[in-house]
């Protein structure tokens, strides 16, 4: 665990781990990384998100240290030596009255870091429309929604607005809408398909590959041209310990290689970034399917 490490050791740690992120992404022949599912918040809620994971409460079962437990300078300067070019600031309420306060923030986090995404979020209530516009005209480039930390309906009527004004700028929204690693009540791939078939060009990047339910999300992505999957998480150790993902899908998996993204959840992660590489490299579609998820399918859709 990397808190338990004196400085220098895990300073030595992380730089050794740089050199082996960056001979995996130079070895594919690609200019570095985009990774579409990071997350950076407000110090103060970050440190509630650490402790909720550590803490036990993720109902995995099983331990979760945070890996990156880190400084915010410290993080952006490790994804920038592990040659991420560019990385998002995901960040979701978990109550009401919290998005604006948490966009604001985000505005902040984008103006002075130059190579993360301008992200945002919003919660089912009176007025998130109205922010959602607000940070779109900011300059907002991809949202968040986290349906199983919220615990809101996606078809809720004050979302109507959010998901038409994101469809019109065509601004992808990241949901945590499967049903892991544990189910909340709006989880699971029904509701958030009412809202797809609402709104057919709504450019969705389902979390997690949309663990457990992968073939299911996998099913709507076959379905709907916009909807994309980020890959955070799946295929490690620790996450086909929890939701295996079935080799009976790996040929769909492959079909749909230009709509499959990066996505790490660093800094919150129980084990190294290294492992998410190595993990979809061990899924052996080849080295075009690696460099179109782990760089080019997402420069084509958020830029660089
Ligand atoms: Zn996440």
């Known amino acids: ?68 437990r880190l400084p ?19 960040l979701y309420p978990h109550k009401p009255g919290m998005a604006a306060w948490l966009n604001s923030w985000a505005s902040g986090f984008a103006a002075r870091t130059p190579d993360a995404l301008h992200s945002a979020t919003f919660f089912a209530e009176p007025g998130a429309g109205a922010y959602v516009a607000e940070a779109i005209g900011a300059g907002a480039r991809l949202f968040k929604a986290h ?57 969705l990047i389902v979390a997690h590959l949309g663990a457990p339910e992968y073939g299911e999300f996998l099913d709507l992505a076959e379905r709907y041209p916009r909807v994309h999957l980020d890959t955070t998480m799946a295929f490690t150790g620790f996450m086909e310990h929890l939701a295996p993902f079935p080799a009976a899908l790996r040929p769909r998996l492959a079909a749909a290689g230009g709509r499959i993204l990066l996505g790490s959840d660093f800094p919150n992660i129980p084990y190294p970034y290294l492992d998410q590489l190595e993990a979809l490299a061990r899924l052996d579609l080849g080295a075009a399917w690696l460099r179109a998820v782990c760089h080019d399918n997402a420069v084509r859709l958020v830029g660089l």
């Open 147 to 203: 349906l199983q930390v919220g615990a809101y309906d996606p078809r809720d009527e004050t979302l109507d607005a959010v998901w038409g004004a994101l469809t019109e700028a065509r601004v992808p929204v990241v949901v945590h809408c499967g049903s892991g690693p544990a189910p909340g009540p709006f989880t699971g791939p029904g509701p958030i398909s009412a809202v797809l078939a609402r709104h057919p060009r709504l450019t």
């Open 72 to 90: 915010e300078e410290e993080r952006v300067a490790l994804l920038r030596a592990f040659g991420v070019r560019r990385f998002s600031a995901l």
């Open 1 to 68: 665990m990397t808190n338990a490490c004196p400085p220098a050791a895990a300073a030595h740690a992380h730089s050794a781990e740089a050199a082996a992120v960056v001979a995996f992404w130079r070895d594919l022949g690609l200019p570095g990384l985009v990774d579409i599912h990071t997350h950076f918040m407000p110090p103060n809620v970050l440190a509630k998100v650490w402790a909720f994971f550590e803490g036990g409460h993720a109902g995995v079962g099983r331990a979760w240290p945070i890996a990156y």
